[in-house]
């Protein structure tokens, strides 16, 4: 210990700051509590310029020594020196009150007395108008914290000759960006590794010589969710922790001061010039840890990521109490994706910086990149108490308590990073982001006026607010929004593609291919952008297909029969296009789609009698809206939904007046028993079912002429409604996809994605899992990945599943990946059990599991719910057709409502399209209620989603139970399908019906 002592004496005699420091590392990791020691690597620091670290030891020996007047000196000298006079003065005054109760130390007490009187004349003479050229030695001036990115005009180097024209960069680090290019972040770790600014005239101009020039960032790019953006994407890197102050009178150059040459050269952004000099040093002394740990910040720099972790890694060899090179290391392994030996390094970082707002900000980041939530609002909430106004911290606190669904704490934490930097555009564009996953638009618009009020040219907000027109159906109004936002940012794939798909929905179908291609022509940089490319691949066949139906009747529009099932099981899979542009018959060109794709403008002049029609249809259609978090209301949506309805509505009341005439009524009969139909399916209107297609539209000649309808047909109807309002959802009909479809097609509804709860299923969490107990402790079995039986006959297991409180729990008692599968009974067939929807649990890893509900749908499973739909649809025909006047009894009335009701229950259990099912289900519910002359006029209540209220009842009574209390009384009988005109005939053309959709924002 005494020769340690003696080395560091003759080390500091030297002014050797950089060893000296290494060695107090030493020491102190062996006495963490040493508080002389503590004081004397502060010491150090200040002797290097690194203000940071001395604001940190001298916290640290505080905590544990309030009365120490030495760190409170040397706490404010760096503070002073980092433009924080303010606080200099807090700490300031804070010793000399001490100082003042217990005069033990006369001369510190004078000491703080002249310091604290030194910063109030000099606030007064600053109020007066006088600069203040006080002289200051020679210094290199370097970041401490965050590597984000720099310009050659942005100087750090400090010397006499300009030090009266760069006082603000003589008082301390100098202040690099963080993430989001506009971002001044001074209190928060990201940024606060770079320092800050005195003087906010020069940040500003700084940043726009960052904006002009460009930035050199370090960039991760996280997976989403819904396509939710994590707060800025890049893991920024320390700058340079060493540097030097040289005497004036110094004529050798110490290996200290070539070091600040070579931190110089990368605080000015000449990378090369600086890996330069640190070879020089490097091959003079091969395992020096400052000079590697300096090349490696400038490879991190050139985004040569792994000699950055090279040098990192030789550092910690060398030295392996250096704590910046452990930190270093896991931000430069983060910028690679590699986030469990990133969290690793910083984990090790925090054994030399024990709580560290810097370290446990910066391990949050990573956290919340991998996804391991929890963790993450563990660290970054230790951060946000030890660094109140740490705005990225508050931010990504935000981002992550958004994710684990609680979501008011999410809202706080967003306006307190606000608060606390209101210029901080990625605090007010995730604060924006939540209300749209929320699905509160009113909150959203009025928070990006105001971001719009601080930076009119925030590319990031006309995009957020396009995606939020797009979601409420203003196609038109998103357009604009996104044009704004590509002036600003040309190249971003997600605003080229997203107006693609409004032009394309809004007939604009030239303006559609044009960026269709401008999406497949960019270079692309992530997994995510690629998955955009692909499907603008898809979309603009499509947009090809509809333009060359835009004149013809909108029952020649039909996907399901027209396009190639490969290509649509290509699409609906996000799979690389390159097997069907080789196999499959493409589109013509859009010269030869438009001869006869063009909108008409008289398409957008409607009659009094179309007028009427779209009025009535949005009256009806609103009522699919869901009143839950995460269901944005939509006006398109909505018209869709009602005139899909209306007509629905038209040619089923048709039909069934035309059964209800005894002698069509005979032949039928007729006719079914000719063709051998099952007696358990009996009934009038599934003639249709056998001979055609099972998406085919009959024509109102067939339907006249004898030919009724089938399931299939009703609800091909609004199938195609909704396949013409959303052209970027790929609703198709599960068997008219590709010889695949033997194989399964499954869709996929997660409530829980490892630690993240999804915002609009989620509350169907803890009924899901009862559900699933309830089917395990019924059969004392479950399913595994590859479909084995696996028993759970074992007493202790079946006692642990009844009191399991989590699909965690269930998963460790089954051990291994599995599904049960919901019970959904038969009334085709009495006694015969399908299978309705799986529920599965799969692990994930460290962050958690995937809790779902999965419906495939193969041959089989089809033919058993073919035959229930068919066997619904009967009964409701049959019920309604029966009664000679059944709008005049109540009983019959009822009875035709809960056959509607079933059929509604197999539909949503049945899952027959690749999406769109819960949509089109209820379209179809509101349809047939009308066509028996009852109009629904109550929305859905708050909290009820009716798909899911279907699949977790395990036969269609209960169903109808549990739907029937708040629909049932909303009933009332109406005659106004009567004066409503024809729709096939009102809006005839596929054009007109673009029309009629598009016309919500006008």
Not at 43 to 59: A, G, I, N, R, T
Not at 202 to 218: C, Q, V, W, Y
Not at 768 to 797: G, Q, S
Not at 976 to 989: H, M, N, Q, R
Request: aromatic share 8%; with cysteine.
């Amino acid at each position: 210990m005494g020769s340690d002592r003696g080395e560091l004496a003759r080390l500091c005699s030297g002014r050797n700051w950089s060893k000296a420091i290494r060695l107090l590392d030493a020491l102190l990791a062996r006495s963490p509590s040493s508080i002389h020691d503590l004081c004397n690597r502060a010491f150090c620091y200040s002797q290097l310029e690194l203000h940071k670290h001395v604001v940190k030891d001298c916290d640290r020996a505080l905590q544990l020594d309030p009365t120490l007047l030495h760190a409170y000196v040397l706490k404010g000298k760096a503070l002073c020196a980092l433009g924080k006079k303010e606080e200099a003065l807090v700490a300031w005054d804070q010793g000399h009150g001490i100082a003042a109760r217990d005069t033990i130390d006369l001369k510190q007490l004078l000491e703080l007395e002249e310091l604290v009187s030194s910063v109030k004349i000099c606030e007064t003479v600053e109020r007066e108008g006088v600069v203040d050229l006080s002289p200051c030695d020679t210094k290199v001036v370097i970041s401490e914290d965050c590597v984000a990115a720099t310009t050659t005009d942005t100087k750090s180097v400090v010397c006499e000759d300009n030090i009266e024209n760069s006082k603000d960069s003589s008082n301390g680090d100098m202040t690099l960006p963080n993430s989001c290019k506009d971002h001044k972040d001074s209190s928060s770790p990201a940024n606060d590794a770079t320092g800050t600014h005195p003087n906010p005239k020069k940040t500003s101009k700084l940043d726009k010589k960052n904006k002009a020039k460009g930035k050199k960032e370090i960039i991760v790019h996280s997976e989403d969710v819904e396509e939710r953006r994590s707060l800025g994407e890049t893991i920024a890197l320390d700058e340079a922790l060493f540097g030097t102050k040289v005497s004036k009178s110094s004529k050798s150059i110490s290996l200290d001061f070539r070091l600040s040459r070579g931190i110089a050269q990368v605080n000015e952004g000449r990378y090369d010039q600086a890996i330069s000099i640190f070879d020089q040093i490097l091959r003079e002394t091969p395992t020096y840890p400052e000079a590697l740990i300096g090349r490696g910040t400038a490879y991190a720099f050139q985004r040569e990521l792994d000699s950055a972790i090279s040098d990192f890694t030789k550092a910690i060899q060398s030295n392996p109490l250096a704590g910046e090179a452990w930190k270093r290391r896991g931000q430069a392994r983060a910028a690679l994706g590699e986030f469990v030996e990133a969290i690793e390094d910083l984990t090790k970082a925090l054994e030399f910086e024990p709580d560290s707002p810097d370290i446990l900000h910066e391990r949050g980041i990573v956290s919340f990149k991998f996804k391991d939530y929890n963790s993450a609002v563990e660290d970054l909430s230790t951060c946000v108490k030890r660094d109140k106004k740490n705005s990225s911290a508050h931010t990504y606190l935000g981002l992550t308590l958004s994710a684990v669904g609680e979501y008011k704490r999410a809202e706080d934490e967003h306006l307190l990073g606000i608060k606390y930097d209101g210029s901080f555009l990625d605090s007010w564009a995730h604060l924006s982001q939540l209300y749209l996953d929320l699905a509160y638009p009113e909150k959203m618009l009025n928070n990006l006026e105001k971001v719009l009020q601080i930076d009119s040219r925030f590319s990031k907000a006309y995009h957020l607010r396009g995606i939020l027109y797009h979601g409420m159906g203003r196609h038109r109004s998103a357009i604009k929004e996104l044009s704004i936002a590509l002036t600003y940012d040309s190249s971003s794939i997600e605003c080229l593609y997203l107006r693609a798909s409004c032009h394309h929905a809004v007939g604009e179908y030239k303006a559609a291919i044009k960026d269709y291609d401008d999406v497949l022509d960019l270079e692309l940089d992530s997994m995510d952008k690629f998955v955009l490319q692909c499907l603008a691949f898809y979309q603009k066949e499509m947009a090809l297909y509809t333009a060359s139906k835009a004149n013809l009747e909108f029952s020649q529009f039909n996907i399901d029969d027209d396009v190639d099932a490969l290509f649509k099981e290509y699409w609906c899979k996000r799979l690389h296009p390159k097997n069907v542009a080789e196999k499959v018959y493409r589109q013509p060109p859009l010269r030869i789609s438009l001869r006869s794709g063009r909108l008409n403008k008289q398409d957008f002049k409607f009659t009094k009698h179309q007028t009427s029609l779209l009025l009535a249809a949005d009256s009806i259609g609103k009522k699919i809206q869901y009143d839950c978090r995460g269901f944005l209301p939509n006006q398109r949506q909505y018209r869709m939904a009602g005139l899909a309805a209306i007509e629905i509505a038209q040619k089923v009341s048709k039909a069934w007046r035309f059964l209800r005439n005894p002698k069509n009524s005979a032949k039928l009969v007729r006719r079914r028993d000719k063709l051998n139909l099952s007696v358990n399916r009996g009934g009038y209107c599934s003639t249709s079912t056998l001979a055609g297609s099972p998406t085919s539209s009959p024509s109102e000649e067939k339907v006249s002429s004898g030919i009724s309808l089938s399931w299939q047909d009703v609800y091909n109807i609004a199938v195609k409604w909704r396949q013409i309002s959303e052209p970027c959802d790929p609703v198709v009909w599960v068997n008219k996809l590709s010889e695949e479809f033997n194989s399964g097609f499954g869709s996929h509804t997660p409530l829980l994605l490892g630690q993240a709860k999804i915002v609009r299923y989620y509350p169907y969490y803890l009924r899901t899992l009862e559900a699933a107990k309830a089917i395990m402790l019924d059969l004392k079995y479950v399913n595994n990945a590859e479909d084995r039986a696996i028993f759970l006959t074992d007493i202790e297991k079946l006692k642990k599943i009844e009191v399991a409180s989590s699909c965690s729990d269930l998963y460790n008692i089954v051990g291994e990946t599995y599904w049960v599968a919901t019970r959904c009974d038969s009334i085709a067939f009495q006694g015969r059990r399908l299978e309705g929807t799986r529920i599965t649990t799969q692990n994930v890893g460290k962050t958690g599991f995937d809790f779902a509900i999965r419906t495939p749908c193969t041959p089989s499973r089809w033919e058993e719910y073919q035959e229930e739909m068919t066997a619904a649809w009967e009964a409701i025909c049959e019920i309604y057709c029966s009664d000679p006047n059944p709008t005049r009894d109540s009983n019959a009335l009822d009875a035709v409502k809960a056959a509607i009701l079933r059929m509604t229950y197999y539909w949503y259990n049945f899952m027959p399209l690749s999406r769109g099912t819960s949509a089109v289900g209820y379209v179809v519910l509101l349809g047939l209620f009308l066509a028996a002359g009852m109009d629904i006029t109550a929305s859905i209540p708050p909290g009820v989603q009716v798909d899911w209220e279907a699949l977790l009842s395990s036969d269609p009574d209960t169903f109808v139970d549990a739907v029937k209390p708040w629909l049932y009384p909303s009933v009332k009988m109406s005659k106004s399908l009567k004066d409503y005109a024809d729709i096939s005939v009102a809006f005839g053309t596929t054009g007109s019906v673009i029309a009629a959709l598009t016309s919500v924002d006008t």
